[in-house]
């Protein structure tokens, strides 16, 4: 049962209510029948990863969003501004982006996400084209000094930093969901985006403490 689309968003694994407008009892009803027929039910997640319409998201995004690096506003912006001006230096930054890439053109400016489309290679340094208020967040002014948070990104999707409650909260509510609504087992997929969270550095282990935090959250 793979999630995403029109099924459920991942992260917070909102279901399509339109198609069952019971929520996950719907599915527990599913999976029952399921059960009578010998057929077992499997659980598809993209791990950790995050829909950029879930409520992790909009209408205001975590704070715990898995970010590259911060920048500090040298000038403070009005909503409606397309140039963000920052005292860091924005020379290695890339508005190069996929499905298999690991970036994104996204920062998380206080409760507004903006989308830059381009970057200045030497002073002053900035942030060009940019798009206010996106994936239903709201433009907003912002002050010198605020911090801009460039969002870590990998299909098309967003992350949790692997040192949040957020990282946590996606393990614990993915083993309720296979408790309570009787799924037989979790597919893994994406957990080949261990790097996101943490650095490729640090690939091996947060991989291992997504799944070892589901398994300690299962009761069956």
């Keep these: 049962n793979h999630g995403g689309g029109a099924f459920f968003k991942f992260g917070d694994f909102e279901l399509n209510r339109k198609k069952w407008p019971d929520g996950w009892e719907s599915f527990r009803r599913i999976n029952e029948r399921l059960h009578e027929a010998g057929i077992s039910s499997i659980f598809h997640t ?64 206080g409760k507004e996400l903006v989308e830059f489309s381009d970057v200045t290679k030497s002073s002053p340094f900035k942030f060009t084209g940019c798009k206010r208020g996106v994936h239903g967040t709201k433009a907003l002014a912002h002050g010198a000094n605020e911090k801009a948070f460039h969002l870590k990104e990998l299909w098309g999707l967003f992350a949790p930093g692997g040192e949040t409650p957020l990282f946590e909260e996606i393990a614990r509510r993915t083993a309720e969901i296979v408790d309570k609504y009787k799924f037989d087992g979790i597919y893994f997929d994406a957990i080949d985006g ?27």
């Design 46 to 109: 993209y791990s950790f990863f995050i829909d950029k319409n879930s409520k992790y998201v909009t209408p205001i995004p975590s704070e715990d969003l898995a970010y590259f690096t911060s920048f500090t506003l040298k000038d403070s912006i009005n909503d409606d501004d397309t140039e963000i001006v920052v005292n860091e230096s924005t020379a290695n930054i890339s508005n190069i982006t996929g499905f298999f890439v690991r970036n994104s053109i996204t920062l998380r400016i």
């Design 194 to 220: 261990s790097d996101v969270p943490g650095g490729a550095e640090n690939y091996w282990y947060y991989g291992t403490k997504f799944i070892a935090g589901e398994a300690k959250n299962l009761q069956t």
